[in-house]
């Protein structure tokens, strides 16, 4: 019975073999690019265009502003709507979408319809049965033609201009070539020659509730059983040395004679993330005008996620760090903002090099019409073959070199078993690169230095230091007074 299954072991080794030499001799006859990009512009379906005209009375203006507007217009005091009785009015928690004003001020506008309603402030009127998104008029900037709404997805519409005699569709069909028009005129969805914009939904109020938020851990490392020694080496093999959990465990024996599980690192490195969070989360940087960014990838359940970096080109420090599991435009927005409210005010000249990614010009676009304006230098290629390429070079080069950093740390980890895991382990890495990794271009010194870690030296010492601020910060912002 030995001798048959050998035997058949044997056979089936030959036949791999056999099948290993038939996929290489099929694999000569495949085109050397079985994908070639399309040669026409046309094809490009993900193409910014510039933002659409809006007329400056359908722009959102602050609630102080436009009160002081009606004080100058009117001449005394503004005061709410007086409600007469029998008479129904909005609801509380309405709220204008133009100014921002509150129920106190507003009023129906169409008597028992109730569909739409006045503000006494900016007299503006909107409808109750549709977005105010929708009822902005927004034109084409080419040929000033009305918008049409063609599409409505999750968090954007899509408008586009279907005047056949507007300059920029005449411009774009004479750039197709005698074949393309023929396809044209058979398939005209298959190509994109109309201006097309995009109009995100998303107001930066629900930007700040979307923000990555992580609660406190179920583990207290106040009351664990290993001292606090041991929780800095669990910490500086895994996360400086990046060491996988079963490594770490491994070292920690052998070396220093400490048994402890794989289980019990990855509860204390969780437990350290989410401590450590809301204090990094809200520390006071003192950040320049001039940030980078880029897109990586690390795998979730087998899937592909995306990290988005953003970093300070002159000091180093990591503003954004979240991984998302599309890499889209929302996500590229989620990623400005987060960098955006660590600042305490917008710095006039704010400059962000990214690469030739469309997502980073929409996302730009999409705070532009919030009145939020930055500057985002794209960097193309691998060669400096425009004055913009060679000038910026530089930064897109850093931030290069923090995801090659960040894959050292990630590749032994293969992978994340969930999202909140990826993201708990990015606030660590985050926190030893800030805080703890010394820079040979910032004279071998962290990015951000605190005085409670200058005289420190033992790197587990200075992991404790840092619960210890974080800490010292949950007590803070949780205390009632």
Partial sequence: MVK???LIIHFLNIIKKLLYKFECFLLKFLPSDPNPS????????FKVHPLPVIEPGHLP???DEAKAIYELKHNKPLKPVFRHEGKSYPPKGTVCPHCGATHEYLSYNNGDKRTQIRCKV??????T????????VRKCPHCGSKLSLIKSRNHFDIYKCTNPKCSHYKAELKKLSKEDKAKYKQNPSAFSLHYITRIFNASLDMLEKVQLRIEPSKVDLSRIRNSKHVLGLVLTYYVNYGLSLRKTALILYEVHDIKISHQTIANYAQAASHLLFPWMDHFKHDLNDYQCGDETYVKVLGKKAYVFFMCDVKKKII???????????????DAFY?????????????????DGNPIYKAAQQYFQLKRIFFRVTQVIGLTNDDPVSKEHRPAKQIIERLNRTFKYSYAIKNGFNSLESANDFMCLFTTYFNFLRNHTTLGYKPPVELDCLKKIHNMPSKWNILLDEAMNYYIESTMEF
């Fill in 129 to 136: 049965q549709k977005t105010y998104s929708q009822q902005i």
């Fill in 38 to 45: 399309s040669s026409s512009e046309a094809y490009r379906r």
């Fill in 122 to 127: 900016c007299e503006k009127t909107f409808s």
């Fill in 61 to 63: 203006i602050p609630f």
């Fill in 319 to 333: 503003t954004s760090y979240r991984i998302y599991m599309n890499r889209d435009t929302f996500s590229a927005i």
């Fill in 4 to 6: 048959i299954i050998s």
């Fill in 338 to 354: 987060s960098v955006l409210r660590k600042f305490k005010e917008i710095p006039e000249n704010l400059e962000f090099v990214v």
